[in-house]
């Protein structure tokens, strides 16, 4: 049985001066013995804090004593006791401790990057047998991770948008995971509040645009599904999910029930893992009719369009001057009589379009530049109509007359 006083890692933590003004140790003797012992040694640290202070009162403070923190990490063959420890430095046991928790913390705390409160001690000021201020910007990274992975788990971070880019290149595995593991537990908390709007209409009627203002106008992140058939594939937890010109095809009739559920989370199919949807606001953009949305599910003969129906508590159908809005009502069990808006949804953008439109040939010669001043003027005359004709001859251009031509013509 091992001696329970036996440590791997210790910390020696002494004041320069006793009360007396008495010299207790000295940076040349800890180094010294350090040196002795080298062998059982695998790393060590030393600092000085002369800067820490502790409080004296309501709003006074007053200077600690300068004191050395000095941290010693044994090979793993060569544990220590504390009484053969202390003797080392001719000190009580009392003066010692063991290095509870990760070393990497450990190493943090010796110069307070782990306690924003307490004075900053650049990592200048350590002095070791290792590259520390190497292995202190490892620690700070992990610290920072452990900090992500913690706020995505809680919902805080949403969105790998919200995270640095090193720190994701560097930790994409675990962050992945941490999302994975966000979704499980969203999963398991049935409870939800989600807004579901339907809009449809015919091409160019401006229901994309309608979506889009909708999430601009609540201020909240917006994801555009597209026509994959994994449609959830790129999701990062947005608060808006635009299932945007959606193909029935696309799922099957119940697992679209369960994405677009107002009140219960369901886990969905998704390509690397199953997603929940962690958001406030569902939108649905469809050049078909609700009716005919319903029919063109997969397996939607199983189900009544009531499921879908009382799930979509606003549906809105758009035509190019039209925004026809109806909401569903649950005791009736039917949307409610259509409330019609002038459809101004593309106006801002037409106008905006009219103002920025080119002229085909300044269009041209932005995407093909190499033309510019090369252009050959066109005339309805018959002379003009057949100058080519005199470049060729047998079928074949003639060069001479190409570069006459067109020396000519440009």
Not at 119 to 132: G, H, L, M, S, T
Not at 140 to 162: A, F, K, M, P, Y
Request: charged share 30%; with cysteine; net charge neutral.
């Amino acid at each position: 049985m091992k001696n329970p006083t036996t440590v791997r890692r210790i910390e020696l933590v002494t004041r320069l001066f006793d009360n007396e003004g008495k010299e207790i140790i000295s940076l040349e003797k800890v180094k010294e013995i350090l040196e002795e012992h080298k062998k059982a040694i695998k790393f060590y640290t030393i600092i000085l804090h002369d800067k820490d202070v502790k409080s004296t009162g309501e709003n006074s403070e007053e200077l600690v004593a300068p004191h050395f923190h000095i941290g010693i990490k044994f090979n793993d063959n060569m544990p220590q006791r504390i009484e053969t420890i202390a003797n080392w430095f001719s000190l009580p046991k009392n003066y010692f401790e063991k290095i509870k928790g990760k070393w990497i913390n450990y190493l943090l705390y010796l110069i307070h990057a782990n306690a924003p409160n307490k004075y900053q001690y650049p990592p200048e000021n350590v002095i070791a047998n290792f590259d520390y201020k190497t292995e202190i910007v490892k620690a700070q990274q992990r610290v920072n991770i452990d900090n992500i992975l913690n706020s995505i788990i809680d919902g805080t971070i949403r969105n790998i948008t919200e995270i640095d880019g090193v720190l994701y290149v560097n930790y994409a595995n675990q962050i992945k995971e941490a999302f994975k593991y966000r979704n499980q537990l969203l999963a398991k908390t049935l409870d939800r509040d989600v807004e579901v709007i339907m809009i449809t209409g015919g091409s160019g009627t401006g229901k994309s645009t309608l979506a889009k203002k909708i999430a601009d106008e609540k201020g909240l992140d917006v994801y555009f599904s597209g026509g994959s058939k994994d449609p959830l594939q790129n999701y990062q937890n947005e608060q808006v999910v635009v299932f945007d010109d959606f193909r029935p095809s696309t799922m099957n009739f119940s697992d679209f029930l369960k994405a677009i559920d107002p009140y219960n989370n369901t886990s969905i199919n998704s390509r690397y893992y199953n997603k929940t949807l962690d958001c406030k606001l569902i939108i649905i953009t469809s050049i078909l009719p609700i009716e005919d949305f319903y029919h063109n599910l997969q397996e939607s003969y199983s189900e009544p369009i009531l499921q879908l129906k009382r799930r979509i508590k606003t549906y809105i159908q758009m035509t190019k001057t039209e925004i026809c809005i109806q909401r569903w009502n649950d005791i009736d069990m039917k949307y409610s009589k259509p409330v019609i808006y002038c459809n101004d949804t593309l106006v801002e953008f037409v106008a905006q379009k009219i103002v920025d439109e080119k002229a085909p040939k300044e269009e041209i010669e932005e995407l093909l530049p190499f033309l510019r001043g090369k252009e050959v003027k066109i005339c309805q005359t018959n002379s003009c109509k057949t100058k080519t004709d005199k470049i060729e001859v047998d079928g074949e251009i003639d060069v001479k007359k190409l570069l006459k031509w067109k020396i000519n013509y440009t």
